[in-house]
Structure formats: structure tokens, C-alpha cells
T-cell receptor, first 115, second 115 residues
Framework: NAGVMQNPRHLVRRRGQEARLRCSPM?????VYWYRQLPEEGLKFMVY????????ESGMPKERFSAEFPKEGPSILRIQQVVRGDSAAYFC?????????????FGEGSRLTVL | AQTVTQSQPEMSVQEAETVTLSCTYD???????LFWYKQPPSRQMILVIR??????QNATENRFSVNFQKAAKSFSLKISDSQLGDAAMYFC????????????FGKGTKLTVNP
């Protein structure tokens, strides 16, 4: 079952450390979205990427957060110098390509805990 | 900008009964899609039902149906013959065609099913 794969599922970091979250989209999908879910909240859009290209990063915090989706390999969401407020579930979703306004396929999420 | 509002933080229903979850949205676009996602304790995001705005007929998926009122920008979800496995967070979401086509989520409704 080649669904959207995210790892790690759980990540614990101390304040000031770096967190890297990985997302492998469904087979044949070249577009990836990252969402953040704070406790008791809905999912908030962060960034939309195509391979080697950032399409929309309007939901990304201006500092410490970055995302990439290289030609080969998974998409990476990187959080530098983490703070307690970064503790959340981070979800990745993929779609096949442009103008694919059907279902987004979600991964199971990565839960980041900052101590 | 799109916004999605779910005014019911929590709802409960007796097993085998029917429950309706409310959702209103706001968008200036004419082409858009509406979705209901289910998030059980496992936190996996599961698509329940989708509706294309240009379709007048309400979408139906087995025990799940929607009441789509385009003029009122309302998109409620009806769950018939509720089952214990329906207990979850339910998120309403909208997605426009064109641009980044990101999903915009409401804050969710926690549904409890009582045996």
C-alpha cells in the first residue's frame, strides 16, 4: 500500500534543537502540502511544494521553518531552534499534479514534542 | 481569502440515531470544492465526503450525506444510523480551483457516539 508515508511518527526535541520531518508522497504524486495541527485545533496550511519548487509558502512562519521537495527523495520540513510552541502534529498530503482538485491524500502525521 | 467555520465544538448522538454537523464557509471564488474529513484518535485524516460547488445535487456516501446550500454558504454533514466507529473529530474544509488550491479547514467538531 503505497500511501503517503511520514517519518518519524513521533519526535522529541529539546528547546534549541533542530527537527526534521520527512514525507514521501503517494507513488506518482509530485505535489506535496504540509499542514500543522496544534492541540484542539484544525489543520493550518503551511506550504505547498512541487518537486524542486515552492509554490506557496504563505503559511510558513518567517523564521526557523523551511521546506524542500528535491528531485529525488522525500519532502523535508525543517524547524530550526525549536521552541515549545512548535509542539504539534505535522501532516503531509499529496496530489498527482496541477489542477488536481480532488482528494488530498494525507499521511498519518508526525507528532513533535518540544521539551 | 477562504474561511471555514464550525460552530459546534462538540456533539453527541445515540447509537443508531442521526446527527447533523454544521459548517459555513466564505469564499469569493466561483469554483470550489467542499469536504468533510474524519480524524479518529489515530489522527489519520480520512475523507468522508466531497461536494463540487457547481453541482446542485447533494453528495451522498452510504450513511453520510450533505446539505449544501450554496447561497447561504452552508455545508452540513448528516450521519445516519450512527455507529460507535463514527466517534471522531470531524473537519469541514474548502478548496478553490486555481492558485495554490490549498485546503482550508474549520476548527472541527468532536462527535461522541453513546451506546
Amino acid at each position: 500500500n503505497a500511501g503517503v508515508m511520514q517519518n518519524p511518527r513521533h519526535l522529541v526535541r529539546r528547546r534549541g534543537q533542530e527537527a526534521r520531518l520527512r514525507c514521501s508522497p503517494m507513488k506518482g504524486h509530485s505535489h506535496v502540502y504540509w499542514y500543522r495541527q496544534l492541540p484542539e485545533e484544525g489543520l493550518k496550511f503551511m506550504v505547498y511544494l512541487q518537486k524542486e519548487n515552492i509554490i506557496d509558502e504563505s503559511g510558513m512562519p518567517k523564521e526557523r521553518f523551511s521546506a524542500e521537495f528535491p528531485k529525488e527523495g522525500p519532502s523535508i520540513l525543517r524547524i530550526q531552534q525549536v521552541v515549545r510552541g512548535d509542539s504539534a502534529a505535522y501532516f503531509c498530503a499529496s496530489q498527482a499534479g496541477w489542477q488536481d482538485t480532488g482528494e488530498l491524500f494525507f499521511g498519518e502525521g508526525s507528532r513533535l514534542t518540544v521539551l | 481569502a477562504q474561511t471555514v467555520t464550525q460552530s459546534q465544538p462538540e456533539m453527541s448522538v445515540q447509537e443508531a440515531e442521526t446527527v447533523t454537523l454544521s459548517c459555513t464557509y466564505d469564499t469569493s471564488e466561483s469554483d470550489y470544492y467542499l469536504f468533510w474529513y474524519k480524524q479518529p484518535p489515530s489522527r489519520q485524516m480520512i475523507l468522508v465526503i466531497r461536494q463540487e460547488a457547481y453541482k446542485q445535487q447533494n453528495a451522498t456516501e452510504n450513511r453520510f450525506s450533505v446539505n449544501f446550500q450554496k447561497a447561504a454558504k452552508s455545508f452540513s454533514l448528516k450521519i445516519s444510523d450512527s455507529q460507535l466507529g463514527d466517534a471522531a473529530m470531524y473537519f469541514c474544509a474548502s478548496r478553490t480551483q486555481g492558485g495554490s488550491e490549498k485546503l482550508v479547514f474549520g476548527k472541527g467538531t468532536k462527535l461522541t457516539v453513546n451506546p
